[in-house]
């Protein structure tokens, strides 16, 4: 899925798996990893050894996202509990190194996914979980367009504690007006000489 700032394949442990170590070690506390019941990887060897597990799973379709300025992989995005006789997906196991968050090809690489899974795939109904203390992801998922379904409480538990799940959710009839929104906010015009957005991508949405 190539795009302007992002370009969107296949994770290929092969290919990406050093680039992607070299990426997260920016993120010295870990945080990138906070939420989730694997990482962080204190040697390229062991995430390389977990990224050839993951990605043998085949009701996970891992996906490295490359920033096109900086020619490599940066972050990882996987489409998970697909159930295509019913329409719906999921995008989950997101792990933005700290070269990729904040930068427009974070934004378009989300995009990229949704396209495919609306207009390619068809599917009807695109899923967003997470832990209900994960601040940045919540905002994050309505930032992109994505809305507040509500809690699971005691959904499950990993490292020690009880974790509360908040769902959001885009569906099939509102994607139309969110690409527009996406299509307008990615036009190279919106961004001045260094790069910052000068209307953000709400800006680009109607109310409600």
Known sequence: MPGAFATVA???????????????????????????NFGPFTT????????DTACGNRDRFYHAIR?????????????????????TI?????????RLQRRPAA????YLLMRRVFDELGYRRYEWKC????????AAAQRLGFRYEGLFRQATVYKGRSRDTAWFSIIDREWPALRAAFEQWLDPAN??????QRQSLQGFRSPG
Do not use: K
């Open 191 to 196: 961004f001045d000489i260094d790069g910052r």
């Open 90 to 98: 999921e995008i989950g196991g997101l792990v933005f190194s700290p």
């Open 107 to 110: 934004t378009e690489a989300m």
């Open 10 to 36: 296949p994770l290929d442990p092969d290919r990406h798996a050093a680039e992607l170590f070299d990426a997260n070690s920016e993120d010295r506390e870990g945080v990138a990893w906070t939420y989730y």
């Open 44 to 51: 390229l060897p062991e995430y390389r050894a977990w990224l």
């Open 67 to 87: 920033d096109n300025a900086q020619g490599q992989a940066v972050g990882v995005a996987v489409y998970q509990n697909c159930v295509p006789a019913m329409g």
């Open 131 to 138: 832990d209900a203390l994960n601040a940045p992801s919540r």
